[in-house]
């Protein structure tokens, strides 16, 4: 059976680059729709069901920023982030609302499209995907990890789901329990990249994911900061399904 395309929305007020992205992108294999801005993305989101949103930062009206709040709030749609800007709080503050992953303008379409792919390796898991030998759900600390359904379980049972960043970061964190990991190391094997220089986006990730399992962002006793080496899950790991 054929696996449908998947299908990605560019939103940039520039004609130009949403037409030069959306044919790229189609090329590749990809269902490409364009909205100008939030009003028309909006309106896509009502009739359509996609898989990856592209979302420039500078937009008319609202801006990438509330875009990503939006987004989010209602759900886990993955993001990439657009960004003309060399400010580097404009990157973090994208991930701290919830992109899954940013590119700085100007970029190679090229590099656009490894980043999609990569997004969606993570954000678009199959069960048939999961090793036989990976169990479904493990605990560690007061907390359940669904695999599967890429949901957290609370020690009062409640479940919430996990952005594709947050569950590919805990995973990598649930396979090096009790194993410091560098900002380097962690970035390959959530990104599946080498990190570029002086970035720092793990830490903005590892500081949502601390605040996702119910803990301080700068200072956690599960996710502990091992200075000037990196990060380490300081717990357990136990297999329950």
């Given at each position: 059976?054929?696996?449908?395309?998947?299908?990605?929305?560019?939103?940039?007020?520039?004609?130009?680059?949403?037409?030069?992205?959306?044919?790229?992108?189609?090329?590749?294999?990809?269902r490409?729709?364009?909205?100008?801005d939030?009003?028309?993305?909006?309106?896509?989101?009502?009739?359509?069901?996609?898989?990856?949103?592209?979302?420039?930062?500078?937009?008319?009206?609202?801006?990438?920023?509330?875009?990503?709040?939006?987004?989010?709030?209602?759900?886990?749609?993955?993001?990439?982030?657009?960004?003309?800007?060399?400010?580097?709080t404009?990157?973090?503050?994208?991930?701290?609302?919830?992109?899954?992953?940013?590119?700085g303008?100007?970029?190679?379409?090229?590099e656009?499209?490894?980043?999609?792919?990569?997004?969606?390796?993570?954000?678009?898991?199959?069960?048939?995907?999961?090793?036989?030998?990976?169990?479904?759900?493990?605990?560690?600390?007061?907390?359940?990890?669904?695999?599967?359904?890429?949901?957290?379980?609370?020690?009062?049972?409640?479940?919430?789901?996990?952005?594709?960043?947050?569950?590919?970061?805990?995973?990598?964190?649930?396979?090096?329990?009790?194993?410091?990991?560098?900002?380097?190391?962690?970035?390959?094997?959530?990104?599946?990249?080498?990190?570029?220089?002086?970035?720092?986006?793990?830490?903005?990730?590892?500081?949502?994911?601390?605040?996702?399992?119910?803990?301080?962002?700068?200072?956690?006793?599960?996710?502990?900061?091992?200075?000037?080496?990196?990060?380490?899950?300081?717990?357990?790991?136990?297999?329950?399904?």
């Amino acid at each position: 059976m054929t696996t449908p395309a998947a299908t990605l929305i560019v939103v940039d007020d520039d004609p130009e680059i949403r037409d030069l992205l959306a044919d790229y992108l189609g090329r590749h294999g990809y269902r490409a729709l364009v909205a100008e801005d939030a009003v028309a993305l909006r309106g896509l989101l009502a009739t359509e069901r996609p898989d990856l949103l592209i979302v420039d930062l500078m937009l008319p009206g609202d801006d990438g920023f509330a875009i990503c709040r939006e987004v989010r709030r209602d759900g886990e749609l993955p993001i990439i982030m657009l960004t003309a800007s060399p400010d580097e709080t404009d990157r973090i503050l994208g991930l701290e609302l919830g992109a899954d992953d940013y590119l700085g303008k100007p970029f190679n379409p090229r590099e656009l499209l490894a980043r999609v792919k990569a997004v969606l390796r993570r954000c678009r898991p199959r069960e048939s995907s999961i090793p036989p030998a990976r169990a479904r759900v493990v605990a560690f600390g007061d907390w359940r990890l669904d695999r599967v359904t890429r949901e957290l379980i609370g020690a009062d049972g409640e479940r919430s789901a996990l952005s594709g960043a947050d569950f590919t970061l805990l995973q990598a964190f649930l396979d090096h329990a009790e194993q410091v990991l560098s900002r380097d190391a962690l970035f390959d094997l959530t990104r599946g990249r080498p990190a570029p220089p002086l970035d720092r986006s793990i830490d903005v990730h590892v500081c949502r994911l601390r605040q996702r399992l119910g803990e301080d962002a700068q200072h956690s006793a599960l996710i502990r900061t091992v200075r000037g080496a990196g990060y380490v899950l300081a717990a357990r790991v136990d297999v329950i399904a």
